[in-house]
């Protein structure tokens, strides 16, 4: 068991989540939980989406809720953000503490629009919650917190815990204006990366990336003494991935198996099956691909995660040893990735892991 190696030391990695899609995967033998992801530097640490089962990993990874330095959201697509109201309501027993010391979460603001309708379409779909069918990350905080009203309320005002409202502080990040981003038109705009968090430990940049029809999606850099680390959420092989991945030490970047994608899609020829394969392949990354924009990168290191589907054979995966020999990693569930060149992969527990 290696759990005193997320207490020490510079900046490492702990992939609590490695897994992505809106669903529990079936003839998954690696137990893989939803998408999030660790960056911990010294006793800090900060979380880069909130998967399901978030809470459990944070628990098995040996971290303490109250070293929560900020809360980072790549897009609201709901296998990214699925355990947010555990996060929120769960963790607010934990940090009783940060009265005065709110955690920070950052995420996409307002779509602002909604996205257009797939051309495979015969029948004209009508939006959920038409009120406010595109909130933001503070709209869907603020929802979550009205949902569990009931819960919060009676421990606020008979146990006297303070409530998520004074223990998180919730931003939607502001995307530069100058860059003509348009939700629908042009929603990953050529662009420099920009600051969103900064505090004495790291600094967090991100930048657009492309990810139909989810608009804003992000992917963000943590840049310490120790080290950087660029995760790249949800997207296709993007420009702006490279701009932002420039010489980072560890790239995280999504991928999918398509062979996947056409043996569940490609026989289909109704709406929903044609629409979703087409989601497929203009919104995510081969493992190929993820090779490719390290590459251009100049990444020192690479670890795909984000796997779909979550029960892949491995070898699906370990194509990207041979294009990429020494520098490429498949992370399990709560693997310790030190990001400095030659820095350990180690498995935080020896055995493998169970829920």
């Not at 420039?246 to 970047?253: E, G, P, S």
Request: overall charge negative; charged content about 25%.
């Amino acid at each position: 068991m290696h759990s005193s190696s997320t207490k020490t030391g510079g900046t490492r990695v702990i992939t609590l989540g490695t897994t992505g899609g809106p669903r529990w995967w079936k003839g998954d033998s690696k137990d893989r939980a939803g998408i999030a992801t660790a960056v911990a530097v010294g006793d800090r640490f900060y979380l880069v989406d909130a998967g399901h089962g978030v809470g459990r990993r944070i628990r098995q990874a040996g971290l303490e809720l109250a070293d929560l330095g900020g809360v980072f959201l790549t897009h609201l697509h709901s296998d990214h953000t699925i355990d947010l109201p555990s996060l929120l309501v769960f963790g607010m027993h934990e940090l009783q503490s940060r009265g005065n010391d709110p955690v920070r979460l950052f995420g996409p603001g307002d779509r602002g629009a909604l996205p257009p309708i797939s051309p495979h379409a015969t029948t004209i779909p009508q939006p959920v919650a038409p009120d406010n069918p595109t909130p933001g990350t503070v709209d869907m905080a603020a929802s979550i917190v009205r949902a569990f009203a009931t819960d919060l309320n009676d421990r606020w005002l008979d146990s006297l815990r303070l409530p998520p409202t004074e223990l998180f502080e919730v931003s939607d990040i502001a995307i530069p204006t100058d860059i003509g981003y348009h939700p629908n038109e042009n929603p990953t705009p050529a662009m420099d990366p920009f600051v969103v968090f900064e505090d004495d430990r790291v600094q967090v940049t991100a930048i657009l990336v492309e990810h139909p029809p989810v608009a804003p999606a992000f992917a963000f850099r943590f840049d310490s003494d120790s080290g950087s680390v660029t995760i790249s959420g949800d997207t296709c092989e993007t420009d702006n991935m490279v701009t932002l991945a420039r010489d980072t030490d560890l790239l995280l970047h999504e991928a999918i198996d398509f062979e996947w994608v056409d043996g569940l899609y490609g026989h289909r020829v109704d709406d929903e099956g044609r629409a979703s394969r087409a989601h497929h392949y203009k919104s995510h990354t081969s493992v190929e691909g993820a090779c490719r924009i390290a590459e251009r990168a100049g990444a020192r290191r690479l670890a795909v995660h984000h796997l779909v589907p979550g029960s892949a054979d491995p070898a699906v995966w370990a194509r990207g040893n041979d294009l990429m020999p020494g520098r490429f990693l498949v992370p399990d569930d709560l693997d310790v990735i030190e990001p400095r060149q030659g820095g350990a992969r180690l498995p935080l527990f020896a055995d493998s892991v169970t829920a």
